[in-house]
């Protein structure tokens, strides 16, 4: 991520006096975390002790506020993520997104054009990150010179920007899915893209803007959706269930928790509840234990299905797995 310290550390400092803050606690993302000593640095000569954070962040919906209070800090500054409409956090929290100031080539809107045009489609929806946000009018004026109509929808819930998506938010691209044949995906990774195909089920390109690689994306689509089902079948008949709780602000949801528990005890399986904050590896370690059930971040199960030894699943999905009712399946979205 590049990115200009000088003028993260001028807006960090201009937030605390406006704030009058004098210990603030910084986010900051995986891909600044080399600069965190001396933003650090900086900001504590400025006359406000900054204590940055180095924790794994995975968004605006990972805020630990309570961190924040417990090491005395008046004030939160999240840096690389929009703010989530929909969350509420009970700390006085600040945001500096990043955006990626880059300029896509001409001719690698031309190849991608091409491409599209060459499997058939006339009309395109764009989507992106936040940190690509940006590019997507640019991206959008040179599509349309090449005879393609181009639409970016409008976001709801969770997701600020209009075009923009995350793992757990697609309405951008739901808004104009009766408008457009595929769609394109402005970033690099293929995690949002893939979830745009599964919540929409039409065609998506990934377009790397710096490399200019354009990858579609439903093979993998299909390869995850497989893997889905298989772990719900597993689930059908499992016996124990460990469900995975998060304390994550953005993340828990009391309501499909009881949802969960509920079910379980109808179908008469055995259950435990576990508290993990960062969900990983660590639960291969854990005996006696069928499936996972995760409640938490979706992205976890379905990008991150790799990482365990046993079926993971979502709350969703354990209702459908007891239920058997496999065909209706749907890509998770949070509130």
């Not at 179908?267 to 996972?292: A, C, P, Q, T």
């Amino acid at each position: 991520m590049l990115v200009d310290l000088d003028e993260i550390t001028k807006r960090i400092i201009k937030i605390c006096n406006k704030k009058s803050s004098r210990r603030c606690f910084i986010q900051v993302p995986e891909g600044l975390t080399h600069l965190a000593h001396e933003l650090s640095r900086r900001i504590i000569m400025e006359g406000v002790e900054g204590i940055v954070s180095v924790d794994p962040c995975f968004g605006a919906c990972d805020i630990p506020y309570w961190k924040a209070k417990e090491l005395g800090c008046d004030l939160i500054i999240h840096i690389g993520h929009a703010p989530m409409p929909t969350i509420k956090i009970p700390f006085d929290v600040e945001f500096i997104e990043v955006f990626y100031e880059v300029k896509v080539r001409e001719d690698l809107i031309e190849e991608l054009s091409k491409k599209i045009l060459s499997m058939g489609f006339k009309s395109v929806g764009l989507v992106t990150t936040v940190q690509y946000l940006k590019l997507l009018a640019y991206v959008r004026t040179l599509l349309e010179k090449h005879g393609l109509k181009v639409f970016i929808g409008k976001s709801s819930g969770r997701a600020l920007y209009d075009g923009q998506v995350l793992g757990c938010n697609v309405s951008s691209a739901k808004s104009i899915s009766e408008k457009v044949d595929a769609y394109i995906f402005i970033g690099d990774g293929t995690f949002h893209p893939v979830a745009v195909y599964l919540a929409i089920g039409k065609p998506v390109l990934a377009f790397n803007p710096i490399t200019g690689e354009i990858k579609d994306v439903r093979d993998l689509g299909e390869r995850v959706l497989r893997v889905r089902l298989a772990h719900m079948m597993k689930a059908s008949e499992a016996r124990s269930f460990s469900v995975v709780v998060t304390s994550k602000v953005g993340q828990y949801n009391e309501e499909l928790l009881r949802t969960v528990v509920n079910a379980l005890k109808k179908f008469n399986r055995e259950y435990s509840i576990i508290h993990l904050e960062n969900i990983g590896e660590v639960l291969n370690y854990m005996k006696n234990v069928d499936v996972f059930v995760i409640i938490g971040c979706p992205r976890i199960v379905y990008d991150d299905y790799l990482k365990f030894k046993r079926p993971i699943i979502t709350g969703t999905e354990l209702l459908l797995s007891l239920s058997r009712k496999f065909k209706d399946w749907k890509f998770m979205e949070m509130p």
